[in-house]
């Protein structure tokens, strides 16, 4: 019985200090730091390779639905639009 006990104390993980969990927690901020880059920049490469399929239909759009290749197009002027930024006028009273 005392052999149980044992075992389940042994098994007991010790608790880390203040500057354990400090740098527990400064690896996890750099590591979701370059997750997010790395997620950012798989984004930007889906995006391109979407806008290079949605050129392959404006191309062949003699193969396609009018209403489709029509959508195609949109979303292609959508993407390579830079939007505009509204200046917000100053409100004198």
Do not use: G
Request: glycine residues 0%; aromatic residues 8%.
């Amino acid at each position: 019985m005392e052999e149980n006990t044992q075992k389940v104390e042994a098994k007991k993980p010790e608790k880390m200090s203040y500057e354990e969990l400090e740098n527990v927690a400064r690896q996890l901020s750099e590591q979701t730091r370059q997750l997010y880059t790395k997620l950012q920049e798989m984004n930007m490469v889906n995006m391109f390779k979407r806008l290079d399929y949605l050129f392959k239909v404006a191309e062949f759009s003699h193969m396609f639905n009018t209403e489709f290749v029509t959508t195609c197009t949109q979303e292609i002027q959508d993407l390579l639009t830079i939007p505009e930024e509204k200046q917000e006028e100053k409100v004198e009273e």
